[in-house]
């Protein structure tokens, strides 16, 4: 599982499990050291990309319930930083 991951084509699920297969091939102990290092790092990748979802759907959920529990207008949401900054539109 060398393979890069493209941040745009892969699903929150895939990346979960691309994730439970490292979790796995590290725990098996047949990894060189240098291979275990490589897995270690993607699935840091991964993680970064799962928490980026999370946060993602987060502010999604955050926007269509307001406080008292009333659904508001669905608005897109990005996080600060991203290249498409979507704004609701009146």
Known sequence: MTDKFNK???SF???IDK???IVKELDSDLLSLDEAMDRFT???KLIKFCQRELDKAE???EQ?????????KVIS???????NNNQEDD
């Open 42 to 44: 993607e699935g840091l």
């Open 77 to 83: 949401f990005d996080l600060p930083g991203e290249e």
């Open 64 to 72: 269509i319930v307001k406080e008292d529990g009333e659904f508001s």
């Open 8 to 10: 745009e084509e892969l």
């Open 13 to 15: 699920e895939e990346a």
């Open 19 to 21: 994730l439970d297969v």
């Open 59 to 61: 502010g999604k959920l």
